[in-house]
């Protein structure tokens, strides 16, 4: 049995494209919310959760919805097409209302800019899902914590692009003294990236043939599956594996809680705290992304041998461990300490490890026509927290200090050890190799 790794990276590139979006979005759309429209923390924070109010019906749903399809393209590259485009053609209209507002304050303006973010976040949320269940619905489940370790290395290169074009591009020196910063060259280039990406998945997936592969693979191998079919047909699982899922979600709910805070808020944080540019607190956040890019293969592999859970427990210590140390140097120095850019590079590979194995142990639980929906409870979870999270980090850094952030996130990474410590299921069936065999994949 060998993952088909060419294959893996193509579908790869529908998930770089939306992880460049994402980095953009949550890094740009505060900075234009407080700087050129003088939202306060509290209400900017509402606008940056409506994506994942959003997310939380849209995900299940088109996820869903892509299950059932039947269109000649396949289940998933239908709403994958149609979704980027629609978002490409909206996100492109983002900083051109910045700057008109700049230039014209206007309330009109302003009402316009909240529409198109809104029907924004509507595109992006029409093909998410069914991007992400495009890798699961043409790989083993033994083989999906390393696929899923190459589509989360294709999204982390995608949020690396874009984070090295704006350290570029709004360098300290670029942006100094400058009353407003032009973000249309930025937005081009994501959406240049988003289309590139677009046009490999639709020239090079054969989404109908892989799908029927897949099928007949099921077939052969029944013993995989989790579930257990009832008398009418329908699939039920059993009540040990609905416990394990349940604490699974809720750990997912919890982790997401401390990291998104961090991902949301860190822009504006290190700009409050130690006087950084974008192009600075870029940086930091490209050593994060280096330090998963280049840990996600490897965390794919050491999953294979020790299992899912032990190495999403690892990643959770860690993660837990490098916020309490960025609290601590925050309090200790008055500016920027270099020593961060190590602590920021173990985050990166300490989320790789929740990142790579969490959303193979719960599409571990169901069958395979199904991918779609277990897909949707993951980001139901995921985006529920992230909904959360974004307000009340903003509402604490605002009534109370911007040092709170950091403690903040490793609380809740903490409690996700916890309900963590629960899960039984959705693990990998670790397989004995040698040699050579280890390394066994096929291009």
């Not at 770089?16 to 900075?31: E, G, H, K, T």
């Not at 008109?100 to 316009?112: C, D, H, R, W």
């Not at 989360?152 to 290169?157: D, K, Q, T, V, Y």
């Not at 349940?246 to 944080?269: K, P």
């Amino acid at each position: 049995m060998k993952l088909k790794t060419s294959q893996t990276i193509r579908i790869g590139f529908a998930f770089l494209s939306i992880c460049a979006f994402w980095q953009m979005y949550n890094n740009v759309i505060p900075l234009m919310l407080t700087n050129t429209f003088h939202m306060n923390e509290t209400f900017s924070g509402v606008i940056m959760a409506a994506d994942n109010v959003l997310a939380l019906f849209l995900l299940p749903l088109f996820g869903g919805l892509s299950d059932k399809c039947k269109s000649k393209l396949g289940k998933r590259k239908p709403y994958i097409l149609c979704g980027t485009v629609s978002a490409v053609f909206l996100m492109l209209l983002i900083p051109f209302l910045d700057n008109s507002y700049f230039a014209n304050p206007k309330v009109s303006t302003q009402i316009f800019f909240i529409c198109v973010l809104g029907c924004l976040l509507v595109a992006m949320g029409t093909y998410r899902s069914p991007a992400v269940a495009l890798m699961p619905d043409v790989t083993p489940k033994p083989l999906r914590s390393k696929g899923n370790a190459i589509i989360n290395l294709m999204g982390a290169i995608g949020g690396i692009i874009y984070l090295i074009i704006a350290s570029v591009l709004y360098s300290a020196e670029r942006t100094k003294g400058l009353e407003h910063v032009n973000y249309v060259p930025l937005f081009m280039v994501v959406a240049g990236i988003m289309v590139v990406s677009l046009i490999i998945i639709m020239a090079s997936i054969n989404e109908v043939k892989l799908g029927e592969e897949m099928h007949q693979y099921d077939n052969a191998h029944p013993e995989e599956n989790l579930e257990k079919e009832t008398g009418n047909g329908d699939v039920k699982l059993p009540a040990e594996v609905k416990k394990s899922l349940g604490f699974l979600l809720c750990s997912i709910a919890l982790w997401f809680m401390g990291y998104n805070a961090v991902d949301t808020w860190f822009t504006t944080y290190a700009n409050k705290i130690w006087g950084m540019s974008l192009g600075q607190a870029a940086m930091c956040l490209t050593v994060a992304t280096a330090g998963a890019v280049v840990s996600y293969i490897p965390v794919g592999i050491i999953a294979s041998k020790i299992g899912r859970r032990k190495t999403i427990m690892g990643g959770v210590i860690g993660l837990a461990a490098c916020f309490f140390v960025i609290y601590i140097l925050t309090i200790v120095c008055s500016s920027f300490n270099p020593i961060l850019y190590i602590v920021f590079l173990i985050v990166g590979l300490s989320w790789a490890s929740i990142n790579v194995n969490s959303l193979p142990m719960v599409l571990e639980m169901c069958k395979g026509s199904e991918v779609g929906k277990f897909t949707g409870y993951y980001y139901t979870f995921s985006m529920t927290a992230q909904i959360i999270t974004p307000i009340a980090a903003g509402t604490l850094l605002k009534q109370i200090s911007y040092t709170t952030l950091f403690p903040y996130a490793a609380i809740f990474v903490v409690g996700s050890f916890i309900t963590m410590c629960f899960v039984k299921h959705g693990d990998n069936r670790i397989e004995a190799k040698k040699g050579l065999e280890a390394f066994d994949v096929e291009d």
